[in-house]
């Protein structure tokens, strides 16, 4: 049974439907109409599970216009998947440096990649297929260059600041990265489970979950 979402953009209204072929078949916004389908249509079904026809159909397309876009299937797959990463981490950094110290900006990311309200619980959704599909497709899963920045930028900030020590730095990112992983793993059974573990985590960070008697 598809969902309703299949054919609503990311910007939270429905893909504009025209007569035919668009006019601006090459242009950056026809690009994006076709991602912002696919992504959904992809993590819900797998590379497998969605064909061009559907994608197609629900952005309003030609196969033509899509072809035009991604000569392959698989390219706009992996495109999908750079997309949805790109979308996570853009989003994040305009907001990331209205944050005052390392402890905000790291619970700032976890609420921003649960909220639905973005629909970033999609884009995780297919960041994760992808890592699951990644043993049927031949291409590449580049990770884009905004995810390095962002990471640098918060821990050079953290150093300067004297939040974290600079030869602590792969292990903050390691932690950092599979603190992300989880919540979003989580998030695909259900979103009440990830907000509890982000709660849990900052009262665990704050030290009043729990505490552990220093040994001698």
Same mark, same amino acid.
């Given at each position: ?7 609503? *953009? ?6 504009? /439907?025209? *007569? #035919?072929?668009? $006019?601006?078949?090459? #242009?950056?916004?026809? /690009? ?29 397309? $030609? ?15 992996? !495109? !999908? ?66 995810? #390095? ?12 600041? #004297? ?31 990830? /907000?509890? *573990? ?14 552990? *008697?220093?040994?001698?």
């Amino acid at each position: 049974m598809k969902s309703k979402d299949a054919n609503v *953009a990311f910007h939270g209204r429905p893909v504009r /439907r025209t *007569a #035919g072929r668009p $006019t601006d078949i090459d #242009g950056e916004e026809t /690009r994006r109409q076709i991602l912002d389908v696919a992504v959904v249509k992809f993590s819900q079904y797998g590379l497998k599970g969605t064909t061009l026809r559907d994608i197609a159909a629900s952005a309003d397309v $030609t196969a033509g216009t899509i072809h035009h876009h991604f000569p392959t299937k698989e390219e706009l797959y992996v !495109s !999908s998947f750079q997309y949805s990463i790109e979308q996570l981490y853009t989003g994040f950094h305009k907001i990331m440096r209205e944050q005052p110290d390392l402890h905000s900006r790291l619970f700032l990311f976890l609420d921003h990649i649960t909220d639905s309200t973005t629909r970033n619980d999609i884009r995780q959704r297919m960041v994760l297929r992808a890592w699951v599909d990644r043993a049927h497709i031949e291409t590449e899963l580049k990770i884009p260059p905004v995810v #390095g920045e962002t990471l640098h930028e918060i821990v050079s900030h953290a150093v300067q600041a #004297g939040e974290l020590r600079a030869e602590d730095t792969p292990v903050f990112l390691a932690t950092f990265r599979s603190i992300v992983w989880g919540i979003a793993v989580l998030q695909l059974n259900t979103h009440t489970d990830a /907000r509890m *573990a982000i709660d849990g985590l900052r009262l665990l960070v704050d030290g009043s979950l729990a505490s552990w *008697a220093k040994q001698p």
